[in-house]
Nanobody, 125 residues
Framework: QLVEAGGGLVQAGASLRLSCAVT????????MGWFRQAAGKDRESIAA????????YYADSVKGRATISRDNAGHTVSLQMNGLKPDDTATYYC????????????????????WGQGTQVTVSS
């Protein structure tokens, strides 16, 4: 089970820290990802992190403004977002990848079998 938290309504330029609490086996063995889906658009990958936290991926749309991290002991994964823009308005989802997923495939949402329910982020101009 994955449960996201930390979304909300903020003004442009603000920061938010999203968190995802994970229960279940093999969390520390799975890469984790953050995705988002804006109204009327496809769900897109924005960040991912390897099982040991040593490798990360960021989409161009958030690169330099986002930082993904994980705490394997605490079974959490977080996404720090800075300099938020109205275009960042979306529902943000945490997802757990299949075991052994290689970094070259971190952005492929079809390779994430486990998903949270999402948390809404709204950025006003």
């Amino acid at each position: 089970q994955l449960v996201e938290a930390g979304g909300g309504l903020v003004q442009a330029g603000a920061s938010l820290r999203l968190s995802c609490a994970v229960t279940g086996r093999a969390f520390s063995s799975r890469p984790m990802g953050w995705f988002r889906q804006a109204a009327g658009k496809d769900r897109e990958s924005i960040a991912a992190i390897s099982a040991d936290g040593g490798d990360t991926y960021y989409a161009d749309s958030v690169k330099g403004r986002a930082t993904i991290s994980r705490d394997n002991a605490g079974h959490t994964v977080s996404l720090q977002m800075n300099g938020l823009k109205p275009d960042d308005t979306a529902t943000y989802y945490c997802a757990a990848a299949r075991l052994g997923l290689l970094s070259g495939a971190y952005s492929s949402k079809s390779l994430y079998p486990y998903w949270g329910q999402g948390t809404q982020v709204t950025v006003s101009s």
